[in-house]
């Protein structure tokens, strides 16, 4: 996502998308299980700050990866001359934390256009010096840098010819692999699952260097960012890439006139959603857009009022934080190095609208259960454990024990997020 408004095509694709679906209820994962891997959590256009209080917060929140873009504008202002020294900053400021770096290359640079105007476009000719900035940028940053990704959103934010793009993701893919060829490199990074261009770059050949596809689900709501998810993994499937996507962005904004926009109160609910249904599909990493607001609670000017692209923070500039990031840092708590099971909770009279997702931890014992209702009306069902189990609230991160056996529970649309110790098999009836 780039920092200006989005096209309006985009956004009415999103809406008309939410009515092409018949199902009512979050479709659930296709795979029986999922790893979730220790470092699933990352950041986007966070550690910009370079501030002790922004790393503090970052792990506080449980965040391992941080998306940073090396624009090649910036880089090379003057044909020729390249300067690194604001992202050697970031990449060391990132790295001195124990986070990992993942690296947008991309865009256009002024000095290239006549009129000295970008317009998200490489012409053929000027290729070359697009390979030339990726040759300097990652023989620079060779060792610091975990991976490389190739452009974002191209089928967005790239102005010319599709099949002009193919081939600039091939070379930049080949470029890299070149200078590093242990280098960690991911490409397509499409917003949502276009079938054409996806099929286009696998038959341009522009997928034969890259580790991974990476993408960005974005949608209404989680339940229909689910429902893009699974599109993007069947579109992958046909063209036989079996290796875990990367999502480098997801979000949702609480302001703006977009209408994926989250209220306040509804952003812990999405992002727990979110979250859940993305690491039980497999997915390697959750790259969250992104970590402050642009404007203080109260504070954004009224000609920025409208723009979505304000609001998709976690936290404000001040540091206080929305209670998305509250359930975030549940979700970087009690997921990382769990496995999900698709055969649990096991279900007895529970109608399909009560979504379930359960993860376990078969070296620490330690299991999370994450409960909601699809529909308006809360509905009675009971959990059956034995164990001694906490209910944590995903708005405020606070817990309290639930004791009586078994444990009676109101499930509405706010999901529950229960965790307890133990090899207690959870079992649900209605």
């Known amino acids: 996502m780039k920092n200006f408004h989005r096209n309006i095509l985009i956004v009415t694709a999103i809406v008309l998308s939410a009515f092409a679906f018949s199902c009512t209820s979050t479709?659930?994962?296709?795979?029986?299980?999922?790893?979730?891997?220790?470092?699933?959590?990352?950041?986007?256009?966070?550690?910009?700050?370079?501030?002790?209080?922004?790393?503090?917060?970052?792990?506080?929140?449980?965040?391992?990866?941080v998306l940073a873009t090396f624009y090649w504008n910036y880089i090379e202002s003057e044909r020729g001359t390249f300067d690194f020294s604001l992202y050697d900053r970031h990449v060391d400021m990132v790295l001195s934390?124990?986070?990992?770096?993942?690296?947008?290359?991309?865009?256009?640079?002024?000095?290239?256009?006549?009129?000295?105007?970008?317009?998200?476009?490489?012409?053929q000719e000027f290729i070359p010096h697009f390979l030339q900035y990726v040759e300097e940028t990652v023989n620079h940053f060779k060792g610091r840098v975990e991976v490389w990704s190739i452009w974002n959103e191209p089928n967005m934010f790239w102005k010319g010819p599709n099949k002009e793009f193919y081939e600039l993701s091939r070379l930049a893919a080949?470029?890299?692999?070149?200078?590093?060829?242990?280098?960690?490199?991911?490409?397509?990074?499409?917003?949502?699952?276009?079938?054409?261009?996806?099929?286009?770059?696998?038959?341009?050949?522009?997928?034969?260097?890259?580790?991974?596809?990476?993408?960005?689900?974005?949608a209404l709501n989680p339940r229909y960012s689910m429902k893009v998810h699974d599109k993007f993994l069947k579109i992958i499937s046909q063209i036989n890439r079996k290796e875990p996507v990367w999502i480098t962005e997801m979000g949702y904004?609480?302001?703006?006139?977009?209408?994926?926009?989250?209220?306040?109160?509804?952003?812990?609910s999405h992002v727990v959603k979110t979250i859940a249904g993305t690491a039980a599909r497999g997915a390697r990493v959750l790259l969250w857009y992104q970590l402050f607001d642009a404007f203080n609670a109260?504070?954004?000017?009224?000609?920025?009022?409208?723009?979505?692209?304000?609001?998709?923070?976690?936290?404000?500039?001040?540091?206080?934080?929305?209670?998305?990031?509250?359930?975030?840092?549940?979700?970087?708590?009690?997921?990382?190095?769990?496995?999900?099971?698709?055969?649990?909770?096991?279900?007895?009279?529970?109608?399909?609208?009560?979504?379930?997702?359960?993860?376990?931890?078969?070296?620490?014992?330690?299991?999370?259960?994450?409960?909601?209702?699809?529909?308006?009306?809360?509905?009675?069902?009971?959990?059956?454990?034995?164990?001694?189990?906490?209910?944590?609230?995903?708005?405020?991160?606070?817990?309290?024990?639930?004791s009586s056996q078994p444990i009676t529970l109101d499930v509405g649309n706010k999901p529950l997020f229960i965790t307890w110790e133990g090899k207690d098999i959870p079992h649900l009836t209605r």
């Open 174 to 218: 080949l470029k890299i692999r070149e200078i590093d060829p242990d280098a960690f490199i991911i490409g397509g990074v499409f917003i949502r699952s276009p079938r054409g261009f996806i099929k286009g770059m696998y038959k341009a050949g522009a997928m034969e260097n890259l580790d991974a596809l990476a993408f960005h689900p974005y």
């Open 298 to 402: 109260g504070e954004v000017p009224r000609e920025e009022a409208s723009n979505s692209l304000k609001y998709f923070g976690l936290v404000y500039p001040n540091y206080e934080k929305k209670a998305g990031a509250w359930a975030y840092k549940l979700c970087a708590e009690h997921l990382p190095g769990y496995r999900y099971t698709s055969e649990l909770p096991q279900r007895e009279n529970i109608p399909s609208n009560i979504i379930s997702f359960f993860f376990t931890n078969e070296e620490s014992g330690k299991n999370t259960l994450i409960i909601w209702n699809d529909r308006r009306r809360a509905q009675n069902i009971t959990l059956h454990i034995r164990a001694q189990a906490l209910l944590h609230d995903i708005s405020t991160g606070a817990s309290s024990p639930l």
């Open 27 to 65: 479709p659930m994962p296709q795979n029986n299980s999922a790893q979730i891997p220790q470092d699933f959590f990352g950041m986007v256009h966070a550690s910009g700050f370079k501030t002790p209080g922004e790393n503090d917060l970052l792990k506080e929140m449980g965040v391992k990866w």
């Open 97 to 123: 934390q124990g986070r990992k770096n993942l690296i947008v290359l991309g865009y256009d640079t002024a000095w290239m256009h006549p009129n000295g105007k970008k317009k998200d476009y490489i012409p």
């Open 253 to 268: 904004p609480t302001g703006g006139w977009w209408p994926q926009k989250a209220s306040l109160e509804e952003l812990p």
